[in-house]
């Protein structure tokens, strides 16, 4: 009997370790999230508004991995002075033109395909943004 118990513990485990490799992947916030920061100078992060990008645009892979950690997690983008540059530089990855995936560089071309929207997606102050 105790055999048994212990043999179903270890399918269990065995079901638990295997879970990750094939998540689903998370239910998406149903509120605007709010991010490191949003308190002083921007607005949160609104997913209802973003529902064309893919998930892993944004929250892309980490080490061949899924993964929907928060941007500012440790060991991630936690360098969080607005003149820290670099891979962990969280000014960069929300601001950097450069990146297709930073908010202000999809922003841009978004922009461009829709001029209309320059000033409420890639304006600083009284932006949508930063309003
Ligand atoms: C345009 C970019 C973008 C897209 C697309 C996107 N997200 Fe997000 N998501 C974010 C941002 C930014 C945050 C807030 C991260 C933070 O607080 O650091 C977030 C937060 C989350 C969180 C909460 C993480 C936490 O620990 O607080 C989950 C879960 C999540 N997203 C799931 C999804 C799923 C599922 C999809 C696709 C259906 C998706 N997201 C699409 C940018 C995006
Ligand atoms: C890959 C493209 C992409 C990325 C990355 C992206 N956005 Fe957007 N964003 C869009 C598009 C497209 C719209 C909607 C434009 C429209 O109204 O048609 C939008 C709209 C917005 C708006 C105005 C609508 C609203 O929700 O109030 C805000 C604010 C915004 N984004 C913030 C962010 C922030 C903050 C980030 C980074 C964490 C981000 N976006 C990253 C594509 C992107």
Redesign the pocket.
Known sequence: MKKIAMLSMGVLVAIALALPAIAARPPVPTA?SK?ALTDKV??D??H???T??DCA??HHEVNGAENFAK?STAGCHDAMGSKEKGVNSYYR??HDRKL????L???V??AKA?PE?RK??TGCKG???HP
């Open positions: 605007p991010m921007a607005s992060f609104d209802a508004t973003h064309s990008v645009v944004c941007c990855i929300i297709e995936n930073s908010c560089g999809c922003h071309k978004t829709k929207l409420a997606l932006s949508s943004c």
